[in-house]
């Protein structure tokens, strides 16, 4: 059974996922300022800004791609809602309009991680050519091809079958609430 709640607009989508980014970017630094005290300096009272070796570097990505993965799953399942999700009154469903379960919401993470995976391979090809900048333009991979989809969603939810709808405004009114005929 289909549900019969409207598709969330794309300005309203793209102003989550700006939004959401903004949030996962606070968490990806605060996860790097916790995680410094296990690579430690070179040498005692040492405090150098050098680049991390690769293996650390892996390290950190695992890290990051680990913690707001479980962020993005747990808060995508369960009827669940992120900050943004909330501000911009959006839901996510499957396609058939239920409750998001945890495999789905694995598959959408791992979707969503497309554009960033093709950016960086296109920036390791075309850095050599000084030409790496244009790699940037991938990351709109994911959200440029609601322009393309029947139905405008992004790829994640598509391969994930998924999609965000609009929140249907509450019915509640609070005690205090002035009614048209109060303003007279």
């Known amino acids: ?25 606070a968490l990806a630094l605060a996860l790097g ?30 890290v990051v791609f680990a913690v707001c993965g479980a962020y993005c799953v747990w808060l995508w399942t369960g009827g669940r809602r ?3 999700m909330k501000t911009w009154r959006i839901a996510l469903e499957s396609a058939s309009g239920s409750v998001v ?23 390791l090809i075309l850095r050599p050519y000084g030409q790496g900048r244009w790699a940037l333009a991938l990351l709109a991979i994911n959200h440029a091809w609601a322009l393309i989809d029947p139905d405008r969603q992004f790829l994640h939810d598509r391969i994930a079958a998924t999609r965000l709808v609009a929140e249907l405004p509450s019915r509640k009114r609070s005690a205090n609430a002035i009614t048209p005929a109060d303003a007279d």
Not at 106 to 118: D, E, G, K, M, N
């Open 82 to 84: 992120t900050l943004p």
């Open 33 to 62: 300022f916790a995680l410094l005290p296990f690579y430690g300096p070179a040498a005692p009272g040492e405090h150098s800004l050098e680049i991390l070796p690769p293996f650390m570097r892996a390290v950190s990505f695992g």
């Open 1 to 25: 059974m289909a549900s019969a709640r409207a598709l969330a607009s794309l300005p309203r989508r793209i102003a989550a996922v700006i939004y959401e980014s903004m949030l996962l970017g």
């Open 101 to 123: 379960t945890a495999g789905p919401a694995v598959v959408r993470y791992l979707a969503s991680w497309i554009a960033p995976a093709c950016s960086i391979l296109a920036y």
